[in-house]
């Protein structure tokens, strides 16, 4: 299948949103909320650092979808920008979901804000997302059959 590469890709971000979501409502909610409970950290920090986890995974299994949507409309649909969709997709993945998940873990384990993280590389992989949409848009706009018998969509 000409798309089983993004849909290997898709599957596995999705095993690792998953998982890293788990990691998120069990060992990251419980190591916070002893920590506030200690005072180490605010409440207020608590509350963020969850409610930002939970966003970076299910951005991470949004996209883990629409990564395996690309692969398998790569079976019906010959187009370079079902490449750039699912590769857009990717380093969305990459950049916002575990950046901001990089950031948090950072913060959490050393204290240390690593702005640069949260100031360019988040931002960078929403925009890759929203990139990655318009491509599977515009491919499915003008799309071409990969097969020669049958009607252009």
Wanted: proline share 1%.
């Amino acid at each position: 299948m000409v798309g089983s590469k993004w849909v290997r890709i898709g599957a596995i971000s999705g095993a690792l949103g998953v998982s890293v979501g788990a990691l998120g409502a069990h060992a990251v909610k419980t190591s916070l909320e002893t920590k506030a409970q200690a005072g180490e950290i605010a409440e207020e920090i608590v509350t963020r650092t969850l409610a930002n986890w939970a966003t970076a995974t299910e951005y991470m299994m949004y996209h883990s979808i629409a990564i395996i949507l690309v692969g398998l409309v790569s079976a019906y649909v010959c187009s370079r920008l079902l490449t750039y969709a699912g590769s857009f997709f990717t380093a969305g993945i990459v950049g916002f979901s575990l950046g901001l998940l990089a950031y948090h873990l950072i913060l959490l384990s050393s204290g240390t804000k690593v702005i640069l993280l949260v100031a360019a590389v988040v931002p960078l992989g929403g925009i890759c997302f929203i990139l990655g949409w318009c491509c599977l848009a515009a491919a499915l706009w003008t799309c071409k059959s990969c097969n020669a018998n049958s009607e252009s969509c």
